[in-house]
């Protein structure tokens, strides 16, 4: 039997999963299932580490620079719920493996109400889940790699995700024995970042943490993003957010951003396959976006000469475009070893 994995911070309360934050739980559910209960909980973190380490390093993908397997955990933004998540985890899945990249998806699920009303609340509960992402997600991660794991772990966060992950760096640089350790996270990808733009600034403190940790940010922006526009308005516009406007002129110099702007207004909604709101949410359902991730979390194309991005004087541009013909045989395996 075939299982999704995915990783909690909501409060059990009368033997199901609640809208209100709680301790990490590790979770394995049946891909048939329609959404996920606190039966699917594994009892042993170690072991569901373990097994999703194994079903990453045994399918290596031949096009990535990483020395063994692929995790991607994808963090999902306010207004979700667990059968939402598993929708949108699943067809993450389909399309990167569509596109050649054979990596292990697994979702970060934090408590998110499924009402706009709730946004503040959201964001007072995502600080807090960061906290727990650090004492539970990050000493695993941190742990695995001081025995010399080698599997490359990245991160793809939407909306109000990407302040979870900011959040959890920031956490972790508190805790004494994760801030001397020498843990790392590959590749991290915001798309409808709801994250101030001023946030990801080389000068900026908050994401410095972040900056430390990580290999490369590519933050994939659409100035069309609607849900975005509202987010702005609530700051009475002062805070343009990354997954609008995009990044600063400072930026930090590991960070790019993708305009998706041009690609997106040739879409029409009424053939796509996407879940939520469409100006927000188009990534996950469209293959282009997919095929330009998994190059991007292979690594092995600099970024500003990957095939579906068009370099307009250093501004990149989402585009249609193909693999490389002949990556296959380009044996990059063998060449990073």
Known sequence: MNFDYVITARRISNGQFDTEPGPI????????????????VVSSSRDWSAEVVGLADGDENPNSISPSGDILVFVHGYNND????????????????????RGQVVAFDWPSANNVLNYLEDRSDAAEVAVELVS?????????????????IHMLCHSTGAYVAMEAFVQAEKDGKLFKSDWRIGQVAFIGADVASASLSAS?????????????????????????????????????????????FDVNTKAINVDCGEYFVTLDPKKSTYFGDWTHSWHIGNRVFARDLAMSLEGAIDRFAIPTRRNDSGRLVLQKGARPKFMSDWEIKKARA
């Open 25 to 40: 739980r590790f979770l394995k559910v049946k891909q048939s299932a329609l959404t996920f209960t606190p039966a699917a």
């Open 204 to 248: 900026d403190s908050w994401s410095t943490p972040m900056f430390r940790r990580i290999m490369r940010l590519t933050n994939y922006s659409n100035p069309n993003d609607s849900v975005l526009a509202v987010s702005n308005a609530k700051r009475l516009g002062v805070s343009p957010r990354a997954g609008r406007n995009g990044l600063p």
């Open 82 to 101: 667990p059968p939402i998540i598993l929708q949108r985890m699943r067809q993450l899945t389909a399309d990167l493996r569509s596109e050649g990249w």
């Open 136 to 152: 539970r997600c990050v000493k695993l991660i941190a742990d695995g790699q001081a025995k010399n794991c080698k599997t490359n």
